[in-house]
């Protein structure tokens, strides 16, 4: 199979500082028009399926890239970004929060294809902060489900989810610590259930060079 991870577009926390941050940010002007780029390049993939992190950032991302993609895209909970859904910046002090719930999900975002453990409650559910240890944990479980799931198959295979979980999960594939990936980025790995092997890193070939962002 051909996998492709994809950095979500610029949020508006990428452009706070970390004090700042809300738990659960759209996407800036600059991210929507990011999004837009690369929802007219995604063709050139010629995806067979398109999976989603459940935050909100991700979500608008996906929705850019859909229609051009000939795809109605799925919403896994195992691609959202290291932490969680959380309320504050010092560490131990965060404070877990519900995420969006099913019936919001499906409100904004017509036609997505909704994991059955996102329900009423949220799809983190106020859980405890999830720390690099268990993201790295997660991250790993998330390649092994994706070799056992895709890893049989030609199918092209879209992760649409976050900087901090894409890097923990390229540690589970190549020896060495990889930079921030940008806003949209394109990582292309061939995953087979035997080779796990990294073609392209953070590919931002679809976008003018002044939307560059991390």
């Given at each position: 199979m051909e996998l492709y991870l994809i950095r979500h577009a610029q949020s508006a926390n990428n452009a706070k500082p970390e004090e700042q941050r809300l738990e659960d940010p759209p996407l800036t002007e600059i991210g929507e028009e990011q999004a837009r780029h690369l929802g007219d390049w995604i063709s050139q993939l010629r995806?067979?399926?398109l999976i989603t992190s459940p935050f909100l950032r991700t979500l608008l991302t996906t929705n850019h890239l859909c229609e051009n993609a000939g795809l109605s895209p799925e919403v896994r909970t195992a691609l959202h970004e290291q932490g969680g859904c959380y309320q504050g910046h010092l560490v131990g002090a965060q404070v877990g929060r519900p995420g969006m719930s099913r019936a919001e999900i499906e409100q904004?975002?017509?036609?997505?294809?909704?994991?059955?453990?996102?329900?009423?409650r949220g799809w983190w559910k106020s859980q405890p902060y999830e720390d690099h240890a268990q993201a790295s944990d997660r991250a790993e479980r998330l390649l092994e489900k994706s070799r056992e799931e895709f890893g049989h198959t030609d199918q092209r295979v879209a992760y649409v989810m976050h900087a901090d979980i894409k890097r923990r999960f390229l540690e589970h594939v190549l020896p060495e610590t990889l930079d921030t990936p940008c806003n949209v980025s394109v990582t292309k790995i061939l995953l087979?259930?035997?080779?796990?092997?990294?073609?392209?890193?953070?590919?931002?070939?679809?976008?003018p060079q002044g939307l560059i962002t991390q």
């Open positions: 995806l067979t399926k904004r975002f017509p036609g997505y294809h909704i994991a059955d453990d996102i329900d009423e087979t259930r035997r080779e796990c092997r990294l073609v392209d890193y953070n590919n931002t070939c679809h976008l």
